[in-house]
Structures are given as C-alpha cells and as structure tokens.
C-alpha cells in the first residue's frame, strides 16, 4: 500500500487520504479540508507524508479557507 496522510504540526493524525496499491506513475489527490470525522479543520499549516515501499517523503502545505 502506498499511503497519503495528513498530520497538523502538533503530529496529530488529521487524516489518510489513500492507502491502496498504485502502479508507477503521477497521480494527484485533493484534500477537501477535512478530518477524518468529516469535519473542517482550521486554516494552517499540516504535513502531508507519503510512503513508498521503505521510502517516507514528508513536505509542508498550507491550508486556506
């Protein structure tokens, strides 16, 4: 599995956008602002971090709403 999860700069889990298997390639997926109970998070900065096999890529974003 190839998972997507977002994380806000307390290292709270916010929420897993994808977690399956993906052949090579580019893919792009949009977070529509909220946790994993479905609510709004506030606008800030998070962490998104994105396994591959045993590589982890972590890199900032910033939400505004």
Same mark, same amino acid.
């Given at each position: 599995?190839?998972?997507?999860?977002?994380?806000?700069?307390?290292?709270?889990?916010?929420?897993?956008? @994808?977690? /399956?298997? !993906?052949?090579?390639?580019?893919?792009? #997926? @949009?977070? /529509?602002? !909220?946790?994993?109970?479905?609510?709004? #998070?506030?606008?800030?900065?998070?962490?998104?971090?994105?396994?591959?096999?045993?590589?982890?890529?972590?890199?900032?974003?910033?939400?505004?709403?």
């Amino acid at each position: 599995p190839v998972p997507l999860t977002i994380y806000n700069m307390l290292g709270q889990h916010i929420r897993t956008l @994808i977690n /399956d298997t !993906r052949e090579p390639g580019s893919y792009s #997926v @949009i977070w /529509d602002g !909220r946790d994993r109970a479905g609510r709004l #998070v506030s606008s800030g900065i998070f962490i998104y971090q994105l396994k591959v096999g045993e590589m982890s890529f972590c890199r900032r974003m910033l939400l505004l709403e």
